[in-house]
T-cell receptor, first 113, second 114 residues
Framework: DAGVIQSPRHEVTEMGQEVTLRCKPI?????LFWYRQTMMRGLELLIY????????DSGMPEDRFSAKMPNASFSTLKIQPSEPRDSAVYFC???????????FGDGTRLSIL | AQSVAQPEDQVNVAEGNPLTVKCTYS??????LFWYVQYPNRGLQFLLK????DNLVKGSYGFEAEFNKSQTSFHLKKPSALVSDSALYFC????????????WGAGTKLIIKP
């Protein structure tokens, strides 16, 4: 079975540009998580969706960040405008139900110049 | 406050020797505990979990973890380390006020030397 698929794997862009990260969760999973990983702050939960509905976006750092899940097989995380401090690895994870182990994608390494 | 601590930033073990990666937690009530592994340039992979039952939990790749309620610990162990076990290991505990939020440790880098 395919795991969680994220694209792109790497993104390098200039400050001020819009960045869109994409995620395809595992089929049948009803919970989707977006995380950010940095050396300084470790792994941070940005937003959690359940059955395509955003349940908890308290981890979204600023209004520049937004996330959508238009259907059960696709989610996006958008940063507009991007800033150098947004540079990090962004992970998408899904689980069958919210309290089951999470399956992570391989992440998007984002560099904002 | 709920928390997870991984007291060692790095653990070095010779191949073939037993390994232990330490984790302690602080939560109210009965904890749900997890171990994940992260290989370079990859996402985290689930290794094992403890919810209830036997204090010794067996997981993937020959790993096991021992839940110790009195010491509030959940150490990850393997009897004989492989070079391929070298990776970053994360302990996590379920936030008791949530059915989805995990509280993550900072991670421990495990280096297995041939």
């Amino acid at each position: 079975d395919a795991g969680v698929i994220q694209s792109p794997r790497h993104e390098v862009t200039e400050m001020g540009q819009e960045v869109t990260l994409r995620c395809k969760p595992i089929s049948g999973h009803n919970s989707l998580f977006w995380y950010r990983q940095t050396m300084m702050r470790g792994l941070e939960l940005l937003i959690y969706f359940n059955n395509n509905v955003p349940i908890d976006d308290s981890g979204m750092p600023e209004d520049r960040f937004s996330a959508k899940m238009p259907n059960a097989s696709f989610s996006t995380l958008k940063i507009q405008p991007s800033e150098p401090r947004d540079s990090a690895v962004y992970f998408c994870a899904s689980s069958f139900v919210s309290n089951q182990p999470q399956h992570f994608g391989d992440g998007t390494r984002l560099s904002i110049l | 406050a709920q928390s997870v601590a991984q007291p060692e930033d790095q653990v070095n073990v010779a191949e073939g020797n037993p390994l232990t990666v330490k984790c302690t937690y602080s939560v109210s009530g009965n904890p749900y505990l997890f171990w994940y592994v992260q290989y370079p340039n990859r996402g985290l992979q689930f290794l094992l979990k403890y919810i209830t039952g036997d204090n010794l939990v067996k997981g993937s790749y020959g790993f096991e973890a021992e839940f110790n309620k009195s010491q509030t610990s959940f150490h990850l162990k393997k009897p004989s380390a492989l070079v391929s076990d070298s990776a970053l290991y994360f302990c996590a505990v379920r936030d008791m006020g949530s059915n989805y939020q995990l509280i993550w440790g900072a991670g421990t880098k495990l280096i297995i030397k041939p």
